[in-house]
């Protein structure tokens, strides 16, 4: 019985020619041997699957040869075939991420001086040699710098920035580079023609493109599709096995943002968090067919790779769709997605990142409305140009008079733009003080400083006087401010962001709330006159007189207690 043997084993290439993608090094080595300047240790790096172990045993077949040092191994002497099948006693492979300790490097040196048994030279591949210890890589150093003349090193790496540079110095570097969507779909198609499997181009280019430049996975997974179908392949078995999301729910997913339906995005994702997608993926899917998309727009299909990744099928609605996109737009989502895909694989809620995007894609364009430096979604409509004028300068409007408080266009705190009365914020606004002062007096106390307290646009709007330009500053710290956030979305279950601001008008009248029992406004009345404190001639003012004579004095007594010096 025939043992089956991998697509990927099977077509291993096995001559410089074979090998796709890097001309750049093949062409070096066949000159190096042609011109008899074979050095004594190569290093190979680069990713996984581009095919570094394999020209490492190409170049060792063709110093070895019978027929050689040639550039073209005849691939059918003793030598070159038990280099095939891994059997030749002068061609060692040694995996150096298990034999990586410097005993095994002790060893290796014991056994260096023997000459070679079959070929001309004795050659050592160590896979993965940056997994080797320093004290192991101090071991090799001599014997890499001057090697007996029949021995030949060969190390491939991944990374090959682990490797010491007293090591690199005595190599020479070769750097494997990832191949091509292209030159992997021709390789794909010459397997698929000879081992006659019918499948179209569209499903190789996403085998292609699946596999990132390594012709290992792509074989791979060319193996395992051919394995699911038993009739031909069809791009959709391709998504099937590699868990791909079909070209039209992003289609429909862009249309969505572009035509301002979020209802129909918010549908998607949530048919995406339902069906279980992985949304890492799909957020990295989505961005390369949002690219495609973006090159078609703006080179149309003078570009092969927009022909290549999209089907014959959906051409007309993605130009379409293309046309109805402005470019700016296009640009809005890919930055979006870039950056969901740099934090999405730390956020606990993922699928909500998404969510926000589609709302803030969809709307962020809309006539009257701007998008703010946090991410707000802000209607110019309702704000008029000396508000924006000011808010940039770190001002704050005059607030609103009675009349015009329950307008919804000033007072916003939910999305669904529900305005709350003024009572209620004001007991809200009571418990959230009572709580900071029994929590943080000082906090409290820079918190009383202020006046024109009210929700704007949703944010907790504190203004200060210019004279209490230290309160102000002291409570936009970066603890004090997330404190009273903290404990404002505990009371309110919801969350808002404080925001301090100079009062051009320090008379307005706003919300201005008193945390005592009597629920009065409490005037400006932070600065006492000596005339105040003057007690009248032949009498003397104890504590008490002055904390009933001056409101300020009452409310420091209250905060910190204690006695009043006469002195």
């Known amino acids: 019985m025939t043992q089956y043997q991998s697509l990927y084993r099977k077509w291993r290439p096995k001559s410089f020619e074979d090998v796709v993608g890097q001309n750049h090094i093949t062409r070096t ?5 042609k011109l008899k300047r074979i050095a004594h240790s190569y290093l190979f790096s680069g990713p996984r699957g581009v095919g570094k172990t394999t020209t490492a045993r190409i170049l060792a077949k063709a110093l070895n040869c019978q027929n050689g040092p040639t550039e073209n191994p005849c691939n059918r002497c003793t030598c070159c075939t038990r280099i095939d099948g891994g059997q030749s006693m002068d061609v060692l492979e040694i995996d150096g991420a298990s034999n990586r300790g410097i005993d095994e490097i002790r060893e290796l040196r014991s056994k260096i001086g023997f000459v070679p048994t079959e070929g001309k030279y004795k050659i050592y591949i160590i896979d993965e040699v940056h997994m080797l210890t320093n004290e192991a890589f101090n071991a090799l150093l001599k014997t890499l710098e001057e090697p007996p003349a029949q021995v030949i090193f060969i190390f491939a790496t991944t990374a090959p920035h682990k490797v010491p540079k007293t090591i690199l110095s005595r190599c020479q570097v070769f750097n494997f580079r990832r191949i091509s969507i292209e030159e992997t779909v021709e390789k794909l198609t010459r397997i698929t023609e000879e081992e006659k499997i019918e499948i179209d181009a569209p499903s190789l280019h996403l085998i292609a493109e699946s596999a990132t430049g390594s012709m290992r996975d792509a074989e791979s997974t060319l193996d395992q599709v051919i394995a699911y179908s038993e009739e031909k392949i069809t791009s959709d078995v391709v998504r099937d096995i590699l868990g791909l999301i079909p070209h039209e729910i992003f289609r429909q997913l862009i249309a969505a943002i572009i035509n301002k339906d979020t209802g129909t995005g918010l549908k998607l994702i949530d ?40 089907e014959k099928t959906e051409w007309e609605e993605v130009e379409e769709l293309a046309k109805k996109s402005s470019t700016t737009a296009i640009l809005k989502i890919i930055e979006e997605l870039r950056g969901i895909a740099e934090r999405i694989r730390f956020h606990h809620y993922p699928w909500v990142l998404l969510e926000l995007m589609v709302v803030r894609l969809a709307h962020s364009g809309e006539k009257g409305t701007r998008l703010t430096e946090d991410g707000d979604i802000r209607s110019e409509s309702k704000i008029d ?30 999305a669904d733009d529900k305005t709350p009365e003024k009572d209620n914020f004001e007991q809200l606004w009571s418990k959230v003080l009572a709580r900071i002062r029994k929590e943080k007096i000082s906090l409290y106390a820079f918190l009383m400083a202020g006046q024109n307290v009210h929700i704007e646009d949703g944010e907790l709007v504190i203004g200060f006087p210019k ?101």
């Open 467 to 567: 004279k209490f330009l230290f309160h102000k500053e002291s409570l936009e710290k970066k603890e004090n401010k997330k404190k009273v956030e903290e404990i404002f979305k505990e009371e309110a279950s919801y969350g808002i962001r404080l925001k301090c601001v100079i009062s051009d008008n320090e008379s307005d009248e706003a919300l201005n709330l008193d945390l005592y029992e009597d629920k009065d406004r409490i005037k400006d009345n932070h600065t006492a006159t000596a005339e105040t404190l003057k007690p009248e001639e032949g009498n003397k003012v104890n504590s008490e007189e002055i904390i009933h004579r001056n409101n300020i004095f009452k409310k420091a007594h209250d905060l910190f207690g204690g006695e009043f010096s006469e002195e």
């Open 385 to 414: 140009k000396k508000d924006i004028v000011a808010e940039k300068r770190g001002k704050l409007k005059t607030p609103p008079k009675k009349d015009q408080e329950s307008s919804p266009a000033k007072v916003k705190i939910t």
């Open 29 to 33: 080595l066949k000159n190096a041997i």
């Open 271 to 310: 048919k995406f968090v339902r069906e279980g997608v992985e949304l890492g993926q799909l957020v990295e899917d989505l961005l390369i067919y949002t690219h495609n998309l973006s090159l078609l727009k703006i080179l149309g299909k003078d570009n092969s790779s927009s022909l290549s990744y999209f």
